[in-house]
């Protein structure tokens, strides 16, 4: 069974641009949420989708958002890019229903963002 | 006061002894309960999950969780070398619409197991 699969895994940008980031979830879960690896903030959540519905947000500016797709693939996008977005952006899925598990995160490679 | 704090470290074990990691949350209304192992340079990997007080075990891993005491431990029996990495306690503070997919981490421990 295929894991969570993030492209692309490194890449360079510089103030100003923006950039979009993939994740594809394990078959069959629902869920997508993304999270910001950064080491002096941690893990912190971003936004989770399920079904193409945003349906929790953490506290981002809006130059974060994302998306979700009928196949459950979902893309996160930053515009306007600052020196302090430079960050591992995770993704991770799970089944996403009200099962007991169904909330348990599978974590993606990751996507190492620079930005200079 | 953090949302999930753990136990400052780095926490050094000699190969064999018994690591144990804590963890403690602020909202008593959590549900779940989460421990993650992260090696440098990769993504954190699921450990194991507890929701209900009490203690559960997977192999060389036991997870505690005291809801009164709003406290989750995770101990490691028999450490190994390949134990070393740094060790996430999450907490998905909210039940309900809130905590869809949102998980809170503490700020990680290190572990090292020297041989």
């Known amino acids: 069974k295929a894991g969570v699969t993030q492209t692309p895994r490194y890449l360079i940008k510089t103030r100003g641009q923006q950039v979009t980031l993939s994740c594809s979830p394990i078959s069959g879960h629902r869920s997508v949420s993304w999270y910001q690896q950064t080491p002096g903030q941690g893990l912190q959540f971003l936004f989770e989708?399920?079904?193409?519905?945003?349906?929790n947000k953490g506290n981002f500016p809006g130059r974060f958002s994302g998306r979700q797709f009928s196949n459950s693939r979902s893309e996160m996008n930053v515009s306007t890019l600052e020196l302090g977005d430079s960050a591992l952006y995770l993704c991770a899925s799970s089944l996403g229903g009200s099962a007991s598990g169904a909330n348990v995160l599978t974590f993606g490679a990751g996507s190492r963002l620079t930005v200079l | 006061q953090k949302e999930v704090e753990q136990n400052s470290g780095p926490l050094s074990v000699p190969e064999g002894a018994i690591a144990s990691l804590n963890c403690t949350y602020s909202d008593r209304g959590s549900q779940s309960f989460f421990w993650y192992r992260q090696y440098s340079g990769k993504s954190p990997e699921l450990i194991m999950f507890?929701?209900?007080?009490g203690d559960k075990e997977d192999g060389r891993f036991t997870a505690q969780l005291n809801k009164a005491s709003q406290y989750v431990s995770l101990l490691i029996r028999d450490s190994q070398p390949s134990d070393s990495a740094t060790y996430l306690c999450?907490?998905?503070?909210?039940?309900?619409?809130?905590?869809?997919?949102?998980?809170?981490f503490g700020q990680g421990t290190i572990l090292t197991v020297h041989p």
């Open positions: 989708y399920f079904s193409e519905t945003q349906r």
């Open positions: 999450a907490v998905n503070l909210h039940a309900g619409g809130t905590s869809y997919g949102k998980l809170t």
């Open positions: 507890i929701y209900s007080n």
